[in-house]
């Protein structure tokens, strides 16, 4: 019995390690092709804000969120 639980727990711990590397190597690629925000949606939160965004503060944003992905 004990044998048996053993070698569930032996499986169950390098089944969850590589399935968690394949879905993250998964949403990183996903991310990368499919980004969550453009340059244009960035346009329209700050314009949203009252501010009127010139390229400059615009790439700037870009850049910050490309630093987290």
Do not use: A
């Not at 089944?15 to 925000?37: A, D």
């Not at 700050?46 to 850049?63: C, I, L």
Request: overall charge positive; glycine content about 8%; proline content about 6%.
């Amino acid at each position: 019995m004990w044998h048996d639980i053993l070698m569930i727990v032996i499986g169950l711990i390098p089944g969850l390690v590589i399935g968690f590397l394949v879905s993250r190597k998964v949403m990183m690629k996903y991310l990368k092709k499919n980004p969550p925000i453009n340059e244009e949606m960035i346009k329209t939160l700050m314009s949203g804000m009252g501010r009127t965004p010139n390229q400059k503060q615009v790439n700037q944003m870009m850049k910050q969120m490309q630093k987290y992905m």
